[in-house]
C-alpha cells in the first residue's frame, strides 16, 4: 500500500506562490502516474494536474493552466506542484493522490492534504 504525505500548504496574498511537496512511501513510486487534486468548501474535488510514471507527459484544468506547474523526482520518490499568481478561488484543501494511469482522473491512494488559503 502507498502512503502519500502532502506539505508545503499555507496562507498567500493573491498573486503570491507556493510549493507543495508530496513524498511517497510503501510502493514503487515510478510506477505511477499521480496527480494533484483540490476541494473547496462546498463542493466536489476536482483534479488539478497529473503527471505520467516517467514525469514525460503532464496535464492541467484549465483554471490552472499556466500558473501551476506539477512536477515529480523519481529519486525523491517526490511529486511537486509549484503554484503561481495563485488567486482567492485556489482555496482549498489539496491532496495528492497516485494513479494507476495517467489518463484517469482518479486517485487510488490519496494523501491526507494540505491546506492552501488565498487572501484577497
Known amino acids: 500500500q502507498v502512503q502519500l504525505v502532502e506539505s508545503g500548504g499555507g496562507l498567500v496574498q493573491a498573486g503570491g506562490s507556493l510549493r507543495l511537496s508530496c513524498l511517497a512511501s510503501?510502493?514503487?513510486?515510478?510506477?505511477?502516474?499521480m496527480g494533484w487534486f483540490r476541494q473547496a468548501p462546498g463542493k466536489e474535488r476536482e483534479s488539478v494536474a497529473g503527471i505520467s510514471w516517467s514525469g514525460a507527459r503532464t496535464s492541467y484544468a484549465d483554471s490552472v493552466k499556466g500558473r501551476f506547474t506539477i512536477s515529480r523526482d523519481n529519486a525523491k520518490n517526490t511529486v511537486y506542484l509549484q503554484m503561481n499568481s495563485l488567486k482567492p478561488e485556489d482555496t482549498a484543501v489539496y491532496y495528492c493522490?497516485?494513479?494507476?494511469?495517467?489518463?484517469?482522473?482518479?486517485?487510488?491512494?490519496w494523501g491526507q492534504g494540505t491546506q492552501v488559503t488565498v487572501s484577497s
Open positions: 510503501g510502493g514503487t513510486f515510478s510506477n505511477y502516474a
Open positions: 493522490g497516485s494513479k494507476d494511469s495517467f489518463y484517469t482522473s482518479r486517485a487510488r491512494y
